[in-house]
């Protein structure tokens, strides 16, 4: 048979990854805070899409600058009916929101919700006054002029959010061309500022710091502090031979020790931790667990048919291209809007049906469950159940849990075929730890016989990884720690 080139027509079927769909992926893992930026770019660059308020009747999108005429409720009509075509055929939450309402949408909502009839403390949402740098650089403009300021602030600038210097005076005194001793006598002087330890280039130097102002650093206590380690290891009658004390002078000075702040600087902290904005709401009504999508943060968009229809009059026909190119735009984004929450929204019930005894009793109640569970259960892919999960949180009644946090794995009970939650069994080594008695402090061993004797079947370094991951000590660092408390 002769070997030739040729042309072939045939037919074939693949999945291709449309920009839509891509698109549609990227907003299902957006949290609602990063949605939320993202709809601020999508209103700024298709002039088509209108927001209205969250809380309003539903005849929104008004045009700027103009009252609301009727074709606004109509344009709101039109994207609603848009809806119900794409997407509309999946069942709704069985919620009585006549009966019960939610009121998680904003803080002044809670006010009164706890019946105490106190409102809520606005001052505890003010910012610092500044950084530790700031309040620093304040103090040094006060006592210090000219060349002196110039290497206070230099100093300043080296010490980190924590209180330390952290810095070689000698290489600094060189780089700066000045004498190291007006190095050194500027930093004592710094080291008077407040907050009381600042400027310590170590954690014996500030300890020392605080106890020079508060009138107790005696040479037993400078002993004390210049064997730390000592203290860290809970060597009592070493330090007692030491410092040349009793044991009642010891107790003392490390209650003394124990109110110094081994950071100073955290006071002023910088920048606050992020606020987390919950995606979902659980509350248990009479008919079961009620589960709502958290709109307070994100504007309802809407596609303003009318602006379309008065720019495309007697537009030119690359213009009315461009016009119709938004318009779709505007109508797909709506429609994967409304898909995103449904999908949200349903995910979150199915693991409130898998989770009910953790919403009902607790962690100790909760069941081992993985991505592919729900995935099977609502009928989806286990990816989109993932991204579904990644960076969304959940507000119920026992406080704000990220949603991966209800995924855990497996540990095998000693009798049936029963399992339990991981977090459950954290759980309980938790309970078992801060109830232990200061003279009977429980070995991994013992903790992992403990939970065999309650039906959990495991192991000894299953116990020692757990422990460490909720940042617990070893059975010695524990003893020491109860030993310093008293």
Same mark, same amino acid.
């Given at each position: ?35 939320? $930026? ?21 005849? /929104? ?10 074709? +606004? ?13 794409? /997407? ?13 309402? %939610? ?18 403390? %606005?001052d505890? %949402? ?19 002029? /000219?060349?002196?300021? =110039?290497?206070?602030g230099? #100093? ?31 930093? +004592? ?8 330890g ?11 710091i ?25 060597? !009592? ?12 002078d010891?107790?003392?000075?490390i209650?003394?020790l ?9 006071? !002023?902290?910088?920048? /606050?931790?992020? $606020? ?24 309802r968009?809407l ?16 213009? &009315? ?7 779709a ?28 005894? !953790? ?34 949180? #959940?507000?119920c009644?026992?406080?704000? !849990? ?8 497996? =540990?095998?009970?000693?009798?049936g ?8 069994? &954290? ?7 801060? $109830? ?51």
């Open positions: 048979m002769a070997l030739g080139p040729r042309l072939d027509l045939r037919q074939s079927q693949s999945l291709v990854m449309t920009p839509q769909l891509q698109q549609a992926i990227k907003l299902l893992a957006l949290s609602n805070l990063e949605l939320e $930026a993202y709809l601020a770019e999508a209103l700024e660059g298709n002039p088509l899409l209108d927001t209205s308020s969250a809380d309003s009747d539903g005849s /929104g999108g008004d045009e700027p600058g103009g009252d609301a005429p009727p074709a +606004a409720e109509a344009a709101s009509l039109d994207a609603d009916q848009a809806l119900s075509a794409d /997407g509309g055929s999946e069942n709704d939450l069985d919620v009585d929101l006549a009966a019960d309402s %939610f009121h998680h949408d904003s803080a002044s909502d809670n006010v009164g919700l706890s019946g105490s009839g106190e409102d809520i403390d %606005f505890s %949402f003010a910012d610092h006054d500044g950084t530790l740098h700031d309040h620093l650089l304040a103090q040094v403009g006060e006592r210090f002029g /000219g060349i002196e300021a =110039i290497v206070a230099q #100093l300043v600038g080296l010490i980190d959010e924590a209180g330390y210097l952290r810095a070689d005076l000698a290489e600094l005194a060189a780089q700066l061309g000045v004498p190291l001793a007006l190095l050194e006598e500027i930093l +004592a002087i710094i080291q008077c500022f407040d907050p009381s600042v400027g310590g280039r170590d954690l014996a130097e500030c300890i020392a605080q106890a020079r102002e508060a009138d107790r650093y005696d040479p037993a206590m400078a002993t004390m502090i210049a064997h730390l380690d000592l203290v860290a290891k809970g060597a !009592f009658p070493q330090l007692k031979r030491i410092c040349g004390v009793d044991d009642e010891l107790a003392d000075m209650r003394e124990r109110s110094y702040d081994p950071k100073p600087g955290l006071k !002023f902290g910088g920048e /606050g931790a992020p $606020a987390v904005v919950p995606d979902l709401y659980i509350r248990q009504t009479a008919k079961g667990w009620a589960v709502e999508i958290n709109g307070g943060t994100l504007p968009l596609v303003n048919r009318r602006y379309y229809t008065e720019l495309a009059t007697g537009a030119a026909a690359k213009n &009315k291209a461009w016009l119709s190119e938004q318009l735009g505007a109508n797909w984004l709506v429609r994967a809007l409304d898909q995103r929450q449904r999908t949200i929204v349903k995910v979150g019930s199915e693991i409130v049906k898998q989770q009910e005894g !953790f919403f009902l009793h607790g962690v100790a109640h909760m069941r081992p469950l993985t991505l592919r569970q729900v995935a099977e259960a609502i009928g989806m892919h286990e990816s989109t159940v993932s991204r579904v999960t990644s960076n969304k949180y #959940l507000s009644p026992r406080g704000l !849990f990220e949603l991966k946090y209800f995924f855990s794995s497996g =540990i095998s009970a000693t009798e075929d029963g399992a339990v939650s991981a977090e459950a069994v &954290k759980s309980r080594i938790k309970a078992m730890i801060e $109830a232990e008695d200061a003279k009977a402090i429980l070995s991994d061993e013992t903790i992992a016989q403990k939970l065999s004797a309650e039906g959990h079947d495991i192991a000894r370094r299953t116990v020692v990884k757990y422990r460490e991951a909720m940042g617990f000590g070893s059975s010695v660092q524990r003893r020491r720690q109860k030993a310093l408390a008293g």
